[in-house]
């Protein structure tokens, strides 16, 4: 029976609204750069302070239907460096090459948080939509700057770039859970790692995949059942775990930052995995 339900499931989440079914695309994780010794501590909560680990700087290529997507941007800016220690850095832009594409090539953008090192880059793409929860934008072009302590991790030049996209007209507003952007690519609200994190459901010929992003920092956060470390509300992230994997099965959630995944998946070039 309850592989009955599952199958049913899988039957819903794979056509649209007109039993038409949804595009299926594939998925790459590409990786830009390494931060070295990295507290796990900072990234699963209740871990061993003494625990390090190089985590992986990622961007996601959804590919399909006639677009090539994005979910995240990465950072590039010189500020970052001085106060990060950064090895093996390749311009998120320049990951494209081992794909044949160029940053003009890239159609959407899905900016799952505003956090610097996956919200920095999303002007390196010229011809995209930038599509982000609408919550998100209001509180961090508005009430975080009310106090010091409501917008930590946000970059104030990042979101002065937020702001010109849109003034261009290049920014899709997000407005809530669920909302299906483009056909087989759906947001939904995360687990309060910002003040309205999203994470992106994608159609694949082997179901749903769910790009979690700072959602879920590594597989051991979805393994132990433990919450991310940097988050608004403990309980809010695992529930928003426990929808990821009512959305797709456990190897198709794939974590923000764990090196595992450039590991667990097929190397399509150095630095780039095919997940699906």
């Avoid at 625990?51 to 995240?72: E, F, P, S, T």
């Amino acid at each position: 029976m309850r592989l009955l339900r599952f199958a049913l499931l899988i039957a819903i989440l794979t056509v649209d609204a007109h039993g038409q079914p949804k595009p299926q695309y594939e998925v790459y994780a590409l990786r830009y750069a390494t931060l070295p010794n990295f507290p796990v501590a900072e990234l699963v909560a209740g871990a061993d302070p003494a625990r390090k680990l190089d985590i992986a700087m990622l961007i996601w290529l959804i590919r399909g239907n006639g677009r090539n997507i994005l979910v995240d941007s990465g950072f590039y800016h010189d500020r970052f460096f001085k106060d990060w220690q950064v090895k093996d850095f390749t311009k998120p832009s320049d990951t494209l090459k081992a794909l044949d594409l160029r940053p003009e090539d890239i159609t959407d953008v899905v900016i799952t948080h505003m956090h610097w090192d996956h919200a920095d880059g999303m002007d390196l793409f010229p011809n995209a939509r930038v599509w982000i929860q609408k919550d998100e934008v209001e509180y961090y072009t508005g009430e975080a700057w009310q106090s010091k302590d409501t917008h930590g991790g946000i970059d104030p030049e990042d979101v002065m770039t937020l702001v010109k996209l849109n003034t261009e007209s290049r920014v899709g507003l997000v407005d809530g859970d669920a909302r299906e952007i483009i056909p087989g690519i759906t947001c939904y609200i995360g687990g309060k790692h910002t003040y309205q994190s999203q994470y992106v459901g994608v159609s694949t010929k082997a179901g749903i995949l769910v790009l979690a992003s700072d959602n879920l920092y590594l597989y051991e956060n979805l393994e132990k059942h433990v919450p991310i470390a940097a988050t608004l509300d403990a309980a809010s992230n695992l529930r928003a775990q426990e929808r990821m994997k009512q959305l797709a099965s456990s190897k198709l959630v794939i974590p923000g930052h764990d090196p595992a995944v450039m590991t667990r998946f097929p190397v399509v070039q150095p630095g780039v995995v095919k997940i699906q």
